[in-house]
């Protein structure tokens, strides 16, 4: 049975990729810092009949992203899938309704965002490498965003993207990218596939998740905002890909041609 471990798996897009994984006949680690929230995704998944287990990680946190490959290495011999897909944004004070400006984002919140959406997704796959090399042929997926396109922050082409003119989330899936580009690099020789995601559905495109804060999601399905079921599509297609699918790619289901501009 092949092996996958998904960080932030306990709610949104990572928590449907890893059910997706699951249906798809792998057994699925549930990377999550909250121990509520990780066992009742848990118990919801081996409710619906998915080989799923709890594994207490938080991957701003050094100790327990070792203790997490610790136990993986323990209980699976080989991972086939990393999901790098935890993330936060911090770009609203509490209670407000519009994001900082970059020059007043707070640098205990910029830091805060790094240490979770880049620091983080670069800790948990060095710590599982030996793991991932341990597979025939493992995929890395980081779940990026197009927010973190320099194209499309640039080229005129995506004015919601251009309005949107956040610090902290935009920079740090920036470098998650450039982060998947080199790691792609160094593995070029191997059979480990590595690739960014950027979530979407058919239409409008964006994904409704809580990712901005407590309730955003349900403000963006009434806007009618693609569900995290739909998202994960792109993140599933690249942890499963075939061994002529992309390495060292920008991807999206979505969109024409698949590949997205860095």
């Known amino acids: 049975m092949p092996t996958a471990l998904v960080t932030g798996a306990n709610r949104g897009i990572g928590k449907e990729t890893a059910r997706q994984l699951a249906q798809r ?15 009742a995704a848990e118990a919801e998944m081996r409710g619906e009949g998915l080989d799923v287990a709890w594994l207490a990680l938080d991957v701003a946190d050094e100790a327990s992203v070792a203790s997490a490959a610790a136990r993986v290495a323990g209980e699976t011999p080989a991972l086939d ?3 790098n ?3 936060i944004s911090r770009e609203r004070a509490d209670g407000g309704s519009r994001p900082y400006a970059p020059s007043q984002m707070p640098m205990a919140k910029l830091r805060e965002t790094f240490d979770v959406n880049f ?4 800790a948990v796959t060095q710590a599982l490498m030996p793991r991932l090399r341990a597979a025939p042929a493992a995929r890395i997926v980081n779940v990026s965003s197009g927010l973190g396109s320099f194209a499309f922050n640039t080229d005129g082409s995506d004015s919601l993207n251009q309005s949107l003119n956040i610090l902290g989330y935009k920079t740090s899936k920036a470098a998650l990218n450039m982060a998947t580009v080199l790691f792609a690099r160094e593995l070029a020789d191997t059979p480990i596939k590595v690739n960014a995601a950027s979530p979407s559905a058919p239409t409008p495109g ?12 349900e403000v963006l399905r009434r806007q009618g905002f693609g569900t995290p079921a739909q998202g994960a599509e792109t993140v599933v297609y690249l942890a499963t890909l ?3 699918g992309p390495t060292g790619a920008f991807y999206d289901v979505n969109v024409e041609g698949r590949i997205l501009p860095w």
């Open 25 to 39: 006949g792998y057994f699925v680690w549930l990377g999550a810092r909250s121990q509520a929230q990780g066992r």
């Open 81 to 83: 899938a990393l999901v």
């Open 242 to 244: 075939p061994a002529d």
């Open 206 to 217: 964006p994904v409704a998740t809580d990712l901005s804060g407590p309730g955003r999601a």
């Open 119 to 122: 620091f983080g997704a670069v």
């Open 85 to 87: 897909n935890a993330a």
